[in-house]
């Protein structure tokens, strides 16, 4: 099959990633605000929609991270394949767990995937060391400091707020929300979406239609960025439901704590070229906002089996896009 080809079925690939990835992750930025009726379901997704393209044009950091430090792309034999085989596998993951109401990552999926794709092409030799170190260090330690992050922000406003009248205080934390639920989605399109910005780029560059990462084209931008946010027009209604709801009762105050403490996060990471996993992050802030609230609050179970899920995913995303390879090279 012509190299044009495989890189035509990488882009609709990379843009199906990237539309699933805003259905699937439309939850996270806005589950709060719908939860507490601070915005309708309708107008929360208008306006994560709209601020998760804003957000997606305008960095490009976090997409050389993802063309380029993983693995060279110069290198690989069937580089092209191999993204194939990376996006089959990511979409797959992210599919079963969309169905299954999980909010699993969507970053976690891709990275697993590339990185098994690349492994059953090359061997692990053809994996940066470095490059994959960095990402893996971001991906486990962003939770944490959301989580911490959570806690103190929620700390401190119940402090601040202790003899207020709780229905004020909620009416406030309700308007709020709206700009938190914004920055929010900002935030999501400036990392998520980068993801498919850089698997493009990986691809076009192992194919030899351009030299380097280090230029995302303009096109790419537009099409991931547009992509993105026609997911998140669609909305993830079961996962808003598990995030919003089942994790703990979440007020007003308690989903503006978790949504600039998740947004805050995300964008620092988005600064430093780093990818996060927009679905630990926001979960990670959401169980440290009620855990200050009252330990006891926090549904602990469903809690585990998230994080059960977030430790699955890499490998098992791995394995699926290595079969996935070894199915498609029968053919090369």
Do not use: C
Request: no cysteine.
């Amino acid at each position: 099959m012509d190299v044009y080809i495989w890189v035509g079925i990488v882009i609709f690939l990379a843009l199906a990633f990237d539309f699933i990835n805003g259905f699937h992750d439309t939850a996270n930025a806005i589950a709060t605000t719908v939860s507490t009726r601070a915005l309708s379901p309708r107008l929360a997704i208008i306006l994560a929609s709209f601020m998760n393209f804003l957000g997606a044009i305008m960095f490009t950091g976090v997409a050389k991270t993802i063309g380029g430090k993983i693995a060279d792309p110069t290198v690989l034999d069937h580089g092209v394949q191999v993204v194939v085989a990376a996006l089959l596998g990511a979409i797959i993951w992210n599919l079963v767990t969309w169905w299954f109401g999980i909010p699993s990552s969507s970053s976690h999926a891709l990275i697993g995937s590339l990185t098994g794709a690349v492994i059953s092409s090359a061997g692990f030799g053809a994996i940066n060391a470095g490059g994959f170190t960095d990402i893996i260090k971001a991906l486990i330690l962003s939770p944490f400091i959301a989580f911490a992050g959570g806690f103190v922000v929620m700390w401190l406003l119940k402090q601040a707020f202790a003899r207020s009248s709780p229905h004020q205080v909620n009416k406030m934390f309700r308007s709020g929300q709206i700009l938190t639920a914004a920055f929010q989605s900002f935030t999501h399109g400036t990392n998520d979406a980068q993801k498919a910005m850089g698997i493009i780029t990986f691809a076009l560059v192992t194919a030899n239609v351009q030299d380097t990462t280090d230029h995302i084209p303009l096109w790419v931008k537009i099409s991931a960025a547009t992509a993105m946010a026609l997911g998140t027009s669609i909305g993830g209604w079961k996962i808003i439901k598990t995030m919003g709801t089942k994790i703990f009762k979440i007020e007003p105050i308690n989903g503006f704590a978790a949504d600039i403490t998740s947004a805050t996060v995300i964008f620092s990471a988005t600064l430093t070229h780093l990818p996060v996993s927009t679905t630990h992050v926001i979960t990670s802030s959401i169980l440290g906002v009620g855990s200050a609230k009252r330990f006891s609050a926090v549904k602990w179970g469903l809690a585990g089996r998230i994080v059960i899920s977030w430790i699955i995913t890499i490998p098992i995303s791995m394995i699926v896009a290595a079969l996935i390879y070894q199915a498609i090279a029968l053919f090369l």
